[in-house]
């Protein structure tokens, strides 16, 4: 494998109603990952995008999103309809071709235009999950009732981790939200989708983020701290959400085993967890202890720009280590209902 | 109720299914979309002229994709309400779910006069759709002040006037060489 | 990106839209008598190579990623709650207009959870390990909604 290193982000702010269009709010936060990945544009090997036509419910977007990178003459690019942390494993793998030296990855959406409990109900098997509008929160309202069933969460720690991560977003110009009430004033709060109060549920944000990446050379000649990408992986489980343990991520613990989470301690961990109960089940699923700090950037209960979103745990991750000084920092992004699908990568400043 | 109570709808195996998909949006328009808007209504046709290639974009999206610069207000300018039919089609309707149109009717790239602009997927109007072609010289047929609307302009509306211009009709000028419109097509 | 409204703004300053897709699929061979079971008031399962029975069956062994035969055996219609969520305002979209639950329900003879709705009237009739079992509607098309569940006691 070909050593590749994270050395240019950047993130829009997080809005929940986005004035601008997505390709004029991806323009300045592309430009801005490249200037401080302080290189030329037209360096650029690879593009690679990640987002989803039907959030906004416009065909093709993901081609307009292509005039905020500046794409004639001509460049190579790519697309996936997943979030940005896929856009950025696919220029991952790209690079590891060794023909050229830097990818471009980036992620956008705006979620306010359309209703996301409706738009998710149509990624699930359309013949037995879409016909009963099988939404994201009740779906993940199951999974939080099988976990307080097996005794491996209470409402009350749920209520923590909601408290703490807005909290801890205060600092964060990208987060929505950013502050809380304490635990005992959220768990006052009627349920919205029992057993989930709104407090376990994640914002609804427009946003987008960018990521370079460069390989050796070029990373240690353009950037002063680069975060080197360690490991990288990703894996799915089964779609039928009563054909998998939802009280346990083993998709998460075999991409964290293959991305070698565990070969070091973890300073920084950025999850994905976008509600309360599955930040427990991640950091179960990789091992994570109390000394690691999960999501200073507040992570998606601070702000959910979803096909951003994976892609701005990565780029916290790398800030953790290019500005934050951590050593080492784990970032995880994911993808389907319940945690079905789960990318993990590992980043290293040295 | 039992089974023996309820006779099944149809016998025989069950093949298809039908899913009738539908997804509505609500999206703020963008300044800048919002701004040619408020124009349309007083009757003007504005753009974005690029500073650094003077390519003109109406209506503006707020940025030259081709140079990746922003523009903005500072680069409004008022185009021709006149111009060129620099590529057509004649769209004959097959009647999918959803499809309105019932006639052949033209799909026209105009491009307009003075400072330029490109309007696409515009409707030509008080001429058969078998004369229409390449060269001929249009102008717009604005609705009265009174009737216009922006309801239909949206963010990504490619150049649509609908609500303000009922169309394009020709002005009877002699036609421009087709050799002067390449590179002019969409 | 800086931009100036100099003129009134049109009112209200946003765009709506609708889009539609009227799908019809082909259901196959494992789906299709599945969904023609739940026309016929049964619901079928699909036994795989180690004995398991999966609802809704699948033409995989989602275990093993192995094509399964269509081997399909009727399970409930009782079942047990695995688990629940309480939904107190439906959407459009939900299979009941009134307060309801969503659960997994592993079906008597199953062994993998169904999701479906548990019309239970309200969310303290709810428990995980309670019983349901099904309700049919009076037409039927061959379709989910063709059923839902209510607790075993209530039916
Ligand atoms: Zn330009």
């Known amino acids: ?350 | 109720m039992s089974a023996a109570d309820t006779a099944p709808a149809e016998d025989g195996p069950v093949t298809m299914m039908d899913y009738f998909m539908q997804l509505e949006y609500h999206e703020l328009l963008c300044p800048v979309v919002r701004r040619y808007a408020s124009q349309l209504l007083e009757g003007r046709l504005v753009g974005h002229k690029c500073p650094s290639c003077g390519l003109v974009y109406v209506p503006p999206r707020g940025y030259c994709p081709i140079c990746v610069v922003e523009t903005t207000d500072a680069d409004e300018i008022v185009l021709a309400d006149k111009g060129t039919v620099t590529n057509y089609t004649v769209v004959t309707p097959v009647q999918y779910y959803g499809q309105e149109e019932t006639e052949p009717f033209v799909r026209a790239s105009i491009l307009l006069d003075g400072e330029g602009g490109m309007m696409n997927l515009q409707d030509i109007v008080d001429v058969p759709v078998d004369d229409v072609h390449v060269g001929m010289r249009v102008e717009a047929v604005w609705k009265p002040p009174g009737e216009r609307n922006v309801d239909e302009i949206s963010n990504r509306s490619w150049g649509s006037a609908e609500g303000c211009i009922d169309g394009w009709r020709p002005t009877g000028d002699p036609d421009v060489p087709a050799e002067q419109l390449r590179d002019k097509a969409f | 990106m800086e931009c100036v409204l100099l003129r009134p703004v049109p009112e209200p300053p946003r765009t709506t839209h609708t889009i539609e897709f009227p799908y019809t699929r082909t259901l196959g061979p494992v789906i299709g008598p599945f969904l023609t079971g739940l026309r016929d008031q049964r619901i079928l399962g699909a036994r795989t190579p180690n004995g398991g029975v999966l609802v809704p069956p699948l033409e995989w062994d989602p275990a093993t990623g192995e094509a399964i035969e269509p081997d399909l055996v009727e399970v409930g219609p009782g079942g047990t709650v695995e688990t629940w969520a309480w939904v107190t305002q439906p959407s459009r979209k939900h299979p009941l207009d009134h307060p309801f639950a969503f659960a997994l329900i592993r079906l008597d003879g199953a062994s993998t959870g169904l999701l479906h709705a548990v019309d239970a009237g309200s969310m303290d009739q709810m428990r995980t390990g309670m019983r349901v079992t099904a309700r049919w509607k009076d037409e039927r098309i061959g379709h989910m909604t063709d059923v839902v569940f209510v607790p075993e006691a209530a039916a």
């Open chain 1, 1 to 350: 494998m070909l050593d590749v290193a994270i050395v240019g982000y950047a993130q829009s702010p997080s809005w929940r109603n986005a004035e601008l269009t997505e390709p004029q709010f991806l323009f300045p936060v592309i430009s801005e990952a490249i200037e401080r990945a302080g290189i030329e544009r037209r360096d650029i090997g690879f593009t690679c995008a990640g987002s989803c036509d039907y959030l906004s419910g416009q065909t093709f977007a993901f081609v307009s999103n292509l005039e905020a990178v500046g794409a004639w003459p001509p460049i190579s690019e790519s697309h996936v309809e997943m979030d940005g942390a896929w856009a950025l494993y696919e220029a991952w793998v790209r690079l590891q071709h060794g023909d050229i030296d830097l990818a471009l990855a980036f992620g956008s959406g705006k979620s306010s235009p359309g209703r996301l409990d409706e738009v998710f109900s149509l990624q699930l098997d359309p013949y037995t999950l879409t016909p009963l509008g099988a939404d994201p929160v009740s779906l993940a309202a199951l999974q939080a009732r099988a976990m307080l069933d097996k005794g491996t969460i209470t409402e009350r720690d749920m209520a923590e981790i909601a408290a703490r991560s807005r909290q801890s977003a205060a600092d964060n110009p990208h987060a929505q939200i950013r502050s809380s009430p304490d635990a005992d004033a959220l768990l006052q709060e009627p349920y919205l989708t029992a057993p989930l109060r709104r407090h376990d549920l994640p914002p609804v944000s427009d946003g987008a983020c960018a990521v370079v990446l460069a390989t050796a050379d070029r990373a240690r000649a353009t950037c002063e701290r680069p975060a080197w990408i360690r490991g990288i992986d990703h894996r799915v489980e089964p779609h039928q959400p009563g054909m998998r343990d939802l009280t346990e991520s083993i998709s998460t613990r075999q991409a964290a085993k293959h991305a070698g989470v565990d070969d070091a301690p973890v300073d920084v961990a950025e999850l994905c967890a976008t509600f309360t109960h599955q930040e427990r089940l991640l950091r179960e699923a990789m091992g994570l202890d109390d000394t690691v700090r999960v999501n200073p950037s507040g992570g998606p209960l601070a702000a959910n720009p979803v096909m951003a979103v994976g892609l701005a745990r990565i780029a916290e991750a790398a800030r953790a280590i290019s500005e934050g000084g951590a050593g080492r920092a784990v970032a995880h992004a994911t993808s389907g209902q319940c945690l079905q699908q789960n990318l993990v990568c590992v980043l290293e400043g040295a």
